[in-house]
């Protein structure tokens, strides 16, 4: 059975930081492309920060030198480090874990994240 399991997420204010994590079970975590997603109410999940086998790491426009995604493959353990938190950085934030051999997609149950003004 699969499990991508968040924490981290809470109420912070403007310009704190928040470092959530997502503990991955049941995949074999090294062949599996890891990302963090968001979503508000009404709008899309959008892609917020991703991290592939390689290594290789992809950010929104709007996070970039701000949040900062690594990987543990020994932990099998995704993070996700916030930094300067904005009031619209405020989300439901997902850990999805990708294997990119069969296109199957796994996602947590998600963690709130809200930033206040």
């Known amino acids: 059975q699969v499990q991508l399991v968040e924490s981290g997420g809470g109420l912070v204010q403007s310009g704190g930081s928040l470092r959530l994590s997502c503990a991955a079970s049941g995949i074999i975590f090294s062949l599996n492309d890891m990302g963090w997603y968001r979503q508000v109410p009404g709008k899309q999940r959008e892609l917020v920060a991703a991290?592939?086998?390689?290594?290789?790491?992809n950010y929104a426009d709007s996070v970039k030198g701000r949040f900062t995604i690594s990987r543990d493959n020994a932990k099998n353990t995704v993070h996700l480090q916030m930094n300067s938190l904005k009031p619209e950085d405020t989300a439901v934030y997902y850990c999805?874990?990708?294997?990119?051999?069969?296109?199957?997609?796994?996602w947590g149950q998600g963690t709130q994240v809200t930033v206040s003004s």
């Open positions: 999805n874990s990708h294997y990119m051999h069969d296109g199957r997609d796994y």
């Open positions: 991290v592939t086998i390689g290594g290789i790491t």
